[in-house]
C-alpha cells in the first residue's frame, strides 16, 4: 500500500478514509449572495443564487452543504431536501452537457456555528465592537453559504450586502456601487471576477477604521493597498503594522513572473481570529497582529512581516492556483512558508533567510519526533484541518527548498524559478495535484524527479546524522563516519539517499569542499588534508533537512563557534553547551556578547538555558543585564522559566524596573515569577499594577502568572475573573489556562471543586477561539470532569474541529486509565508486600518454636 493511503498513528483514527476531490458532473461557476445583516440580533437572511453547468450528461441530482440553515424556499429544482447539513437538489430530466441553469436558494441564519463571527455590544461588554466577519477555511463556509464547500469549486461572485449605512461594507474584488436604501440601510455590491473557492470567500461589516496606502503595480496595472480595523483603534497603528505591504507585493509580482489578477489588496484585523487569513484580494489576521504602540512594533514587526508575506504569497500559490485536493495543501501552505524565506534572502541577509529555515526545520522535526511522522502528500485523514500540520507548513517549505536546491547544483537557480513562474502562468485559474508541479520542475530541468518526490513527498521522517570525525596524521586522511539513526520499520522510515557537501578549513585559514552521496545506513565519508581541520561543516549551505549529532573536539567546534554563519554558531554552541563545563559555557556567553544578529543570541540563549548545569543559568542572568534588543527579550527572560533560584526572582524584578517596558517581554517576566511558587512571587504577582493597554497583553501574562503559583489562595483569585463579563473579554483566554495551570496539581476533592465553576460555563459560551483555546488547556487535567467538558465543547465546534476534540478525550482516557492502572498496580504491591510480611512473621514463629533450646 502506498503511503499516503496508510493510516498515521498519531495522526489519523483508524476510522479514518482516503479522500478524494469531488465529482464535478454539475459544476456551480457564479454565485450572487444578497444577504441582509442584523448585528445586533446576529441574523442574515437572503438568498443565494447559484449557476451550474452540466459537464456531462445524465446527471439529475445536486447537493449543497448547508448546516443548521433556516431554508425558506428553493427555486430551479424540481424537489429538494434538507436534512440540516445538505441541500439535495434533484431534476426529473436528465441535464445535458454543457446546459446551463441558476438556482436559488432563499434562507436565513442566526449566529453560525462557525464560519461567520457577529460582536455586537452586550450588557456585559458595552464597548465591544460592532461587526460581522467570515474565516472559512477549511470547510466552515458551509455555515452560512449554500455551496459546495471544497476547493475544486470555483466560482465568479456577485456580492450584495445590506447593513446599516453607518457601517462599512466590504468584500472579495472590486466596489461596483454602494447606495443607501432610504430605511437606514444600504447596500454595497462587490463583484469578484476570478474564480474563487468557498474557502477563500470573504466579507466584514462594521465600525473600522481603515488606512490608504499606495497603489502598487501587480503585473496588470495598478492596484488600490489599504487596511482596516475595528474603531476602537488608530489607522496610523495600521500604518505601523503594514506599511511594508506595497514594497512586499511589489517584490513578489517580480520574484513571481505572473501577474496578480486582483482588484484591490485589502488587509482587515479584527479580534475573532487567532491567526490571518488569505482571502482573495482581502486578507483577514487577528488582533494580535496590530502593532498599536511602538514598543509592541518593536518587539513583533519582525514575525508580522513573515505572516505577512506568507498570506501574500498565497495569492498565487493557494489563491489564483487552488488544491484539487486537501492531499496536495503542501502546494499552497508550504511555498507560502517558503517564501518568507526567499524574501528574507533577496532583501535582508544572509542570517534572516537561514534563521528563518532553522526554525521551520525545529519546528517541523519537533512534530515528526514527539507526536506523528507523516508523508506531506497523505490522503488518509479525518477531518481536512488536521492537514494543516508543521508537516504541511515547515516541513513541505524544507522540501520545497531542497528541491530548488537540487536543480540548482544540476542546473541552475533560474532554472527553478522560471519553472515555478510556468507553473504558475499554466494553472492559474485552475486546480492542480502535486503531479503538476512535480512535471513542470521536470520540463524545465531534465532531470527525474520521481525518487526525490518518493522519498520526501510520499515517505514519511528525514534523516537523523550521528557523525564522528576521526583524522590520521600519518595518511593525512580525515574521515566522517555517518550513522542514519531513524530507521523505524513500524512508521516506514527507512535509509536515506542525497547528497552532501562537507567544508572544512584548512591550517591557512581557506575553505576546501567536497561533495558525497550518501545511501547506506553507516557510511564513512574521506578526505584529504595536510593538517587535521580547524573546523568542519556538514550541509555548509544549508540545503539539507536533517538532524545532526556532531561534535569533533572542542578546539574546532569554538573556531565553528568564532567564525560561522548563524547556523554553524547554533550547531556548536550545542555541542559545547551539552558538556556543562564552566569553560564551554562561557566560550558561549561570550559568543552571545559578540554576536550581533539576534536570532543567532536567541538560540544561544536557550542552548545555554538546556545545559546541564544551573552555571548556565546564572550567565543567562548576566546576560540578560545588559539585554536591550526587544525581538531577543521575551525569549531570554522566558529561558528562566521554572528555575526556582533566588537569583531568578531577583533578576525579574530588576528587569521590571527598567524604565522601557516592552509589553511581551513584561509578561514573560511576570510569568516566570509564577513559576518560583512562593509566597513571596504571589504577594508581588497579587500587588502588580499591569499598564492600561486595550490588548491587554502584560495583563493577561500577569494571570498566567499568578496560575503558575498553583495555591488555593491563587485559584480563588481567578475563579471569580473566569464568568462571562467579568474581566476583558481578550483575558479570558489568559485566565482560563491560569486557572487550569493551578487544578493540575491540586487534590482531586479541590479540583472537583473549581472545574465545577469552570465547565459551568461552557454551555452558554458562543466564541469559539475561546471554546477552542479551553479544550486545548483543560485536556491536561487528569480528571473524569475533563472528558465531560470537552465533550460539551465538541458540540459547540465546527464539524472539521470535532476529531482534534475527539483526540483530546482519548488522551484524558489514556491518562486516567494509566493512573488507575498505575493505582491497581501500587494496590498490588502492597497485597504483597503484606503477604511477604505476614509469611515473614509465620516463618519466623515457626523458627523459634523449632530452634534448639539454649543451655
Known sequence: MSNNFQIIEGFASTDAKPHYPPNLQLEPIHQAIKLTFNLEKKIAWGSVTTTIRANSDNATTIKFDAIDFTIKSVQGADSYSYDGEKVTMTWNTAWKRGQIQEIVIQYSIEEPLSGLYFSYPDDKYPNRIAYVVTDHETERARYHIPCIDHPAIRCSIDFYLTANEKYTILANGRLIEEGKNGDGTKTAHWKQKFPCPSYLITYAIGEFVNFTDSVVDAG????????????????????????????????????????LEWDKYYQIITPHYAGAMENISMVTWGSFALLHTEDVAKELWWRIDAINVHEMSHSWFGDMIVIR??????????????TESCYYEDTRDEDEWKYNMYNNSLRYREESDSKYARPIVNKTYDSSWDMYDRHLYPGGAWRIHMLRHLIKNHVSDECFWEAVSDYLNTYKGKVVETIDFQRKLEEHSGLSLQSFFDQWLYSPGYPKLKVKFNFDEKSHLASLKLDQTQIDE?????????????????????FEREKFIISEKVQTLYFKCVKKPKQIRIDPDYVLLCSLEF???TDMLKQQLKTGDSIAKIQAAKELTKTGKKKDLETVFHAYRDEKYWGTKVELAKLLKESPSLYGMRLLRDLLEDESDPLVLTSLIHNFANVRE???????????????????????????????RTDEAYKFLNTYSPPKDPKNIVKSGLYRAIGSIRTEQALEYLVKKIPYGEDAENCRSSIASALISSLSWMKESVRNRYLEKLTDIIPGETNELFLHNLARIISTVKDPLVITALKTIKRKLAKQDKPEIDRLIQKVQKSLSTEEEIRNLKSEIDSVKKSLKNLKEVVEKIEARTAPEKK
Open 490 to 510: 513500524k512508521k516506514n522510515i527507512g535509509v536515506f539517499q542525497f547528497p552532501l557537501e562537507i567544508m572544512w578549513e584548512t591550517e591557512n585559514g581557506s
Open 646 to 676: 533566588f537569583f531568578v526572582f531577583d533578576a525579574m524584578k530588576n528587569y521590571l524596573k527598567r524604565p522601557v517596558h516592552y509589553p511581551y517581554a513584561t509578561a514573560t517576566a511576570l510569568e516566570v515569577i509564577g513559576t518560583m
Open 325 to 338: 485536493e486537501f492531499t496536495h495543501g503542501w502546494l499552497k501552505e508550504s511555498w507560502a512558508v517558503y
Open 551 to 553: 561534535n569533533p573536539g
Open 220 to 259: 496588470k496595472g495598478s492596484i488600490p493597498i489599504a487596511y482596516f480595523t475595528t474603531n476602537d483603534f488608530t489607522s496610523e497603528a495600521l500604518k505601523r503594522t503594514f506599511d511594508r505591504t506595497p514594497e512586499m507585493l511589489e517584490w513578489m509580482t517580480k520574484k513571481f513572473k505572473c501577474p
